[in-house]
């Protein structure tokens, strides 16, 4: 069965402090990996997309790891903000038939950054 | 938000009612798509389009109907035959790889 699980599922750190994410993903065969924060009450929006071939992947502060053969991936931000509170959510793609791919969406991971 | 836009941001209806969410994109994406998410749950599809005059079920179609007879639109009835309909709806749009979301629309049946 094709499943996303994330950990922790919450966590609370000092501003300025870094912080790791984590990912394990059963989904085959597998096409891409994608993190996405949502802040509260609003639309995802993507911070990485890595394909099979890229281990390390950065936007900024958010540096992105995948291991396509143990099928882990972790998100590491760095020098955290207040900003920075939300939900991340890891999102796997499948290979279907054809050209379709399926999104296995994982439940996320809430991040509070407090002061 | 990247040029989605949904409207409106927080909607109330009786039970038994049909209501439209309405999703619009100036993207020029062909490809556009309804979430719900609920507490506790990954995002979950509705429906997708992936061109005009065309729109496939997703994983929990049950309940909702789409149109998609323009490009920039996408609207989403929920219908009254959808057991559990509150919750935070999302449209999206992608490009190859990439989806991007709009705001959402948190509908609350009373």
Known sequence: ?115 | DGGITQSPKYLFRKEGQNVTLSCEQNLNHDAMYWYRQDPGQGLRLIYYSQIVNDFQKGDIAEGYSVSREKKESFPLTVTSAQKNPTAFYLCASSRGNEQFFGPGTRLTVL
């Not at chain 1, 790891?65 to 972790?74: E, M, R, V």
């Open chain 1, 1 to 115: 069965k094709n499943q996303v699980e994330q950990s922790p599922q919450s966590l609370i750190i000092l501003e300025g402090k870094n912080c790791t994410l984590q990912c394990n993903y059963t989904v085959s065969p597998f096409s891409n990996l994608r993190w996405y924060k949502q802040d509260t009450g609003r639309g995802p929006v993507s911070l990485t997309i890595m394909t099979f071939s890229e281990n390390t992947k950065s936007n900024g502060r958010y540096t992105a790891t995948l291991d396509a053969d143990t099928k882990q991936s972790s998100l590491h931000i760095t020098a955290s903000q207040l900003s920075d509170s939300a939900s991340y959510i890891c999102v796997v793609s499948a290979r279907l038939a054809g050209n379709n791919r399926k999104l296995i969406w994982g439940l996320g991971t809430s991040l509070a950054v407090n002061p």
